[in-house]
Nanobody
Framework: QAQLVESGGGLVHPGGSLRLSCAAS????????MGWYRQAPGKQRDLVAE???????LYADSVKGRFTISRDIAKKTVYLEMNNVKPEDTAVYYC?????????????WGQGTQVTVSS
């Protein structure tokens, strides 16, 4: 079994910074990709940033130049550094991981962490 545990959400002022963390717990798997999605009230869940096992990154246009995804392979953890945040960044942020076991690959989601950008 595997589980994603997120941390780091909260209230931040416009223009401020915040760092989210997501750790994959458990053993017996390798990580194909980990990333962050977000869902604002009444909207669909959208990609924010993702990193593949090879280190390739993908960002939503709305966060390019402001957000940075990084990882600590040994800790099986991915981070989202959020800088110059805007009110429209307010959402529940979810960590997603594609974990490969001996054969199959499965998708996992974290429980979500609230990020609120407000003055």
């Amino acid at each position: 079994q595997a589980q994603l545990v997120e941390s780091g959400g909260g209230l931040v002022h416009p223009g401020g910074s915040l760092r989210l963390s997501c750790a994959a717990s458990g053993n017996g798997f390798s990580i194909n990709a980990m990333g962050w999605y977000r869902q604002a009230p009444g909207k669909q869940r959208d990609l924010v940033a993702e990193m593949t096992a090879g280190g390739t990154t993908l960002y939503a246009d709305s966060v390019k130049g402001r957000f940075t995804i990084s990882r600590d392979i040994a800790k099986k953890t991915v981070y989202l550094e959020m800088n110059n945040v805007k009110p429209e960044d307010t959402a529940v942020y979810y960590c997603k991981a594609l974990l490969r076991w001996l054969g199959p690959t499965y998708q996992y989601w974290g429980q979500g962490t609230q990020v609120t950008v407000s003055s």
